[in-house]
C-alpha cells in the first residue's frame, strides 16, 4: 500500500513559467513533509519542508503549500530554470518517526 | 566538507553471491540510514542506527539482509545469497543528532545489478 502518491511520472514546462508537482498521501499521522531533488548518478538533496502545523513555506523560488484536510502536498517553482530539471521526490514522517516514506517521484523538465 | 560516499558505485554479481556495500557518513553524523530504489520506485526504508542505541531493522526485507556500522562512522550493507529482485540503487543517508527534523544527506547511491 502506497502512502505517498506522485500520480505524474513527468511534468514539461518552459523556461520561466512555473513548475506545480503535486503529492497526496494516505497516512494521517504523517506531520512533516518534505522535497527532495535528485539528478542522475546522484543522490537526492533536501530542498524545502514543511510541518504540519503551516499550509505554507517559502524558500526563494519554491513554495510548498500543504492542504491537511485533502492530505495532498504541491511543490511550486517559480520561475523554472533549466537546471531544476530533475526528479522531485516527495517524503514524509509522522511523530518521533525518523523513518522517510517517499513517493515514487516526477520527473521535471524545464525547456529552454 | 565532504559529503556522504557510497562504495562501489556500480556492482554488477551473479545470482546466489555475497555483496558487501559501504557507507562513510559526513563527519559528525550520529544517524545513518540505508534506503533501496528499484526501478521507477520511490525510496524504500531499510534500516536506521543511532549512535549506540540498537539499530531499527524494520526494513530489512529478508534475512539475506544485514548491516552494520562501527561507531558513529563507516556502515556496511551485506546482502547474502543475491537474487535478481535485489538489483536496485543501494542509498546510504546521514543526520546529526540536532537536524532539522528528518533532513537526511544522502550519498550517490550503489547501483547493484544481480544477473
Known amino acids: 500500500d502506497q502512502q505517498v502518491k506522485q500520480n505524474s511520472p513527468s511534468l514539461s514546462v518552459q523556461e520561466g513559467r512555473i513548475s506545480i508537482l503535486n503529492c497526496d498521501y494516505t497516512?494521517?499521522?504523517?506531520?512533516?513533509f518534505l522535497w527532495y531533488k535528485k539528478y542522475p548518478a546522484e543522490g537526492p538533496t533536501f530542498l524545502i519542508s514543511?510541518?504540519?502545523?503551516?499550509d505554507k513555506n517559502e524558500d526563494g523560488r519554491f513554495t510548498v503549500f500543504l492542504n491537511k484536510s485533502a492530505k495532498h502536498l504541491s511543490l511550486h517553482i517559480v520561475p523554472s530554470q533549466p537546471g531544476d530539471s530533475a526528479v522531485y521526490f516527495c517524503?514524509?514522517?509522522?511523530?518521533?518517526?525518523?523513518?522517510?516514506?517517499f513517493g515514487k517521484g516526477t520527473l521535471l523538465t524545464v525547456n529552454p | 566538507g565532504a559529503g556522504v560516499s557510497q562504495s562501489p558505485s556500480n556492482k554488477v554479481t551473479e545470482k546466489g553471491k555475497d555483496v558487501e556495500l559501504r557507507c562513510d557518513p559526513i563527519?559528525?553524523?550520529?544517524?545513518l540510514y540505508w534506503y533501496r530504489q528499484r526501478l521507477g520506485q520511490g525510496l524504500e526504508f531499510l534500516i536506521y542506527?543511532?549512535?549506540?542505541?540498537?539499530?531499527?531493522k524494520s526494513g530489512l526485507p529478508s534475512d539475506r539482509f544485514s548491516a552494520e556500522r562501527t561507531g558513529e562512522s563507516v556502515s556496511t550493507l551485506t546482502i547474502q545469497r543475491t537474487q535478481q529482485e535485489d538489483s536496485a540503487v543501494y542509498l546510504c543517508?546521514?543526520?546529526?543528532?540536532?537536524?532539522?527534523?528528518?533532513?537526511?544527506?544522502f550519498g550517490p547511491g550503489t547501483r547493484l545489478t544481480v544477473l
Open positions: 543517508a546521514s543526520s546529526p543528532r540536532r537536524a532539522l527534523r528528518n533532513e537526511q544527506f
Open positions: 563527519s559528525g553524523h550520529t544517524a
Open positions: 514543511i510541518s504540519s502545523i503551516k
Open positions: 542506527f543511532q549512535g549506540n542505541s540498537a539499530p531499527d
Open positions: 517524503a514524509a514522517s509522522g511523530g518521533s518517526n525518523y523513518k522517510l516514506t
Open positions: 497516512n494521517s499521522m504523517f506531520d512533516y
